[in-house]
Nanobody, 123 residues
Framework: VQLQASGGGLVQAGGSLKLSCVISGRTFSNFHMGWFRQAPGKGREFVAVIAWGGVATRYGDSVKGRFTISRDNGKNTVYLQMNGLEPADTAIYYC?????????????????WGQGTQVTVSS
């Protein structure tokens, strides 16, 4: 299984970005998908998770109301729409996948990780 994230970049505070993560090697619809981030000098932080059906979602407290996770099973892709970006959102963003439980993603122990994509928010 390979996960390829993209869509990061430099944006001003208050702006928006949309991250994408494509999964290959296995049937995408069998996986719960998530996003994490890691800021310089900090640990990895849970951002959002979406269950394989695409209905159930959960978000980290720091992004609730600003970020939206979604998925397109036909395109093997999970998205993270980020609105109202703040300098504190600056981090490397990672996508993750697990074929068993949403809980493994919530606990930060998914079976698969993608490479990161850098998001930088300027003030």
């Amino acid at each position: 299984v390979q996960l390829q994230a993209s869509g990061g970049g430099l944006v001003q505070a208050g702006g928006s970005l949309k991250l994408s993560c494509v999964i290959s090697g296995r049937t995408f619809s069998n996986f719960h998908m998530g996003w994490f981030r890691q800021a310089p000098g900090k640990g990895r932080e849970f951002v959002a998770v979406i269950a394989w059906g695409g209905v159930a979602t959960r978000y980290g407290d720091s992004v609730k109301g600003r970020f939206t996770i979604s998925r397109d099973n036909g395109k093997n892709t999970v998205y993270l729409q980020m609105n109202g970006l703040e300098p504190a959102d600056t981090a490397i963003y990672y996508c993750a996948a697990d074929g068993e439980t949403v809980g493994k993603i919530l606990r930060g122990t998914p079976a698969y990780w993608g490479q990161g994509t850098q998001v930088t928010v300027s003030s």
